[in-house]
């Protein structure tokens, strides 16, 4: 899929630069779209990045961004019907999400938060999948404190969700029976205030999160290896993944403009300045 997908970049990249004339139209010398609006719909994990998209390109250009969350399963099904010009995922397209054109735009690491009184820095895979499974119940039983360990899942449809899941997939013995007792949160910003909250908590954020991340909580290490952009990037740190627009086959033209702008050293710069990892260079 990455390799699909990168080829599907250069080809978009190629595309745009020809549509938008080497950016001389964001620049203001050529952009004529007065009233243009474009939808984009999904991932809780995208939206808060999509929203500085949206402020620093509306500040040159005649287009309107309009944002909206609802997960990386709205970001399909709403790019699917048209009632989106841009889904946002953070995870890969499946097999069964077809007549969609996928963009990655920045990589993410997804961040394992506990409980600080937990007593944890560290953990595997797969002590991380025993405890989503409900064989570990206790933070004693992975070298904690003796506090009941509370799992906080996201809702069906969440690319973080999604990516943790698959992942934790691959260990022998993990199910899922137990998720319908789980507290379920619908957002990023649900989550990290839930895991704030809830004594014992485990949770869930993506990487852009970790500058709200403090007091209580603790974002701990995954096979020895914390979550930063240089552990994802290089792929030493395994809960990592691919953020992603898509649109329903080719981009219109203003479309095109937008997405070839994100890929731009303007918009890279802004997905490294929110935390995340930047697949182009920024300067």
Same mark, same amino acid.
């Given at each position: 899929?990455?390799?699909?997908?990168?080829?599907?970049?250069?080809?978009?990249?190629?595309?745009?630069?020809?549509?938008?004339?080497?950016?001389?139209?964001? *620049? @203001? &010398?050529?952009?004529?779209?007065?009233?243009?609006?474009? +939808? $984009?719909? !999904?991932?809780? /994990?995208?939206?808060?990045?999509?929203?500085?998209?949206?402020?620093?390109?509306?500040?040159?250009?005649?287009?309107?961004?309009?944002?909206?969350?609802?997960?990386?399963?709205?970001?399909?099904?709403?790019?699917?019907?048209?009632?989106?010009?841009?889904?946002?995922?953070?995870?890969?397209?499946?097999?069964?999400?077809?007549?969609?054109?996928?963009?990655?735009?920045?990589?993410?690491?997804?961040?394992?938060?506990?409980?600080?009184?937990?007593?944890?820095?560290?953990?595997?895979?797969?002590?991380?999948?025993?405890?989503?499974?409900?064989?570990?119940?206790?933070?004693?039983?992975?070298?904690?404190?003796?506090?009941?360990?509370?799992?906080?899942?996201?809702?069906?449809? *969440? @690319? &973080?969700?999604?990516?943790?899941?698959?992942?934790?997939? +691959? $260990?022998? !013995?993990?199910? /899922?029976?137990?998720?319908?007792?789980?507290?379920?949160?619908?957002?990023?910003?649900?989550?990290?205030?839930?895991?704030?909250?809830?004594?014992?908590?485990?949770?869930?954020?993506?990487?852009?999160?970790?500058?709200?991340?403090?007091?209580?909580?603790?974002?701990?290490?995954?096979?020895?290896?914390?979550?930063?952009?240089?552990?994802?990037?290089?792929?030493?740190?395994?809960?990592?993944?691919?953020?992603?627009?898509?649109?329903?086959?080719?981009?219109?033209?203003?479309?095109?403009?937008?997405?070839?702008?994100?890929?731009?050293?303007?918009?890279?710069?802004?997905?490294?300045?929110?935390?995340?990892?930047?697949?182009?260079?920024?300067?």
């Amino acid at each position: 899929m990455e390799n699909k997908t990168t080829i599907l970049i250069a080809v978009l990249v190629t595309a745009a630069v020809c549509i938008a004339g080497s950016y001389a139209a964001f *620049s @203001g &010398t050529g952009n004529d779209n007065q009233n243009v609006s474009i +939808t $984009v719909t !999904g991932s809780t /994990t995208v939206q808060p990045l999509m929203v500085e998209f949206q402020e620093e390109f509306e500040q040159h250009s005649n287009m309107i961004i309009n944002v909206t969350g609802g997960g990386s399963g709205a970001g399909v099904s709403s790019a699917q019907n048209g009632t989106a010009d841009i889904g946002m995922l953070s995870r890969d397209l499946k097999s069964s999400e077809t007549g969609l054109i996928p963009v990655v735009i920045a990589r993410d690491g997804v961040v394992i938060l506990t409980d600080k009184n937990a007593g944890i820095t560290n953990m595997t895979l797969e002590q991380l999948a025993k405890i989503y499974s409900g064989e570990y119940t206790n933070w004693s039983q992975v070298g904690g404190s003796n506090l009941p360990i509370n799992p906080i899942i996201r809702e069906e449809g *969440s @690319g &973080t969700r999604d990516c943790i899941d698959t992942l934790m997939a +691959t $260990v022998s !013995g993990f199910n /899922t029976d137990k998720f319908n007792r789980y507290s379920t949160q619908a957002s990023t910003g649900a989550m990290l205030t839930q895991v704030k909250n809830v004594s014992g908590a485990i949770g869930y954020v993506n990487l852009g999160s970790l500058s709200e991340i403090g007091g209580s909580v603790s974002a701990v290490s995954v096979g020895g290896v914390k979550a930063t952009p240089e552990s994802v990037l290089d792929g030493t740190y395994e809960l990592s993944r691919n953020l992603i627009l898509v649109t329903k086959g080719d981009p219109d033209d203003n479309t095109a403009f937008f997405l070839n702008w994100i890929l731009s050293k303007q918009g890279q710069a802004i997905v490294e300045e929110e935390g995340f990892v930047p697949i182009g260079p920024t300067a």
